[in-house]
Nanobody, 115 residues
Framework: QVQLQESGPGLVKPSQTLSLTCTVS??????????WSWIRQPPGKGLEWMGV???????YYSPSLKSRISIYRDTSKNQFSLQLSSVTPEDTAVYYC???????WGQGTQVTVSS
């Protein structure tokens, strides 16, 4: 079963770009028909699916974030990454990466947007 680990800054200033990386072990992000998602949970709120990158590099984003989000990958490092631009305090959340095929999630990383 794959294991996932999120990494990145825990504090981002408003208007800046949030960048997180998910490192995958125990399997390849290019495995056919696998897809890899980013999900977040703001404090006191439910889970929000943000977007996904598939095994072939294709991406799909939440309509509510489409203008600000980018998900890309580095197959040489078996990593996929999230960028969210023009952040506001409403983007404060615990961010998770996940394997759609196996239902495996990273432990999550807290990101706070504050000046």
């Amino acid at each position: 079963q794959v294991q996932l680990q999120e990494s990145g800054p825990g504090l981002v200033k408003p208007s800046q770009t949030l960048s997180l990386t998910c490192t995958v072990s125990g399997g390849s992000i290019t495995t056919s028909y696998y897809a890899w998602s980013w999900i977040r949970q703001p404090p006191g709120k439910g889970l929000e699916w943000m977007g996904v990158i598939a095994y072939d590099g294709s991406t799909y984003y939440s309509p509510s974030l489409k203008s600000r989000i980018s998900i890309y990958r580095d197959t040489s490092k078996n990593q996929f990454s999230l960028q969210l631009s023009s952040v506001t305090p409403e983007d404060t959340a615990v961010y998770y990466c996940a394997s759609d095929a196996e239902g495996s999630w990273g432990q999550g990383t807290q990101v706070t947007v504050s000046s």
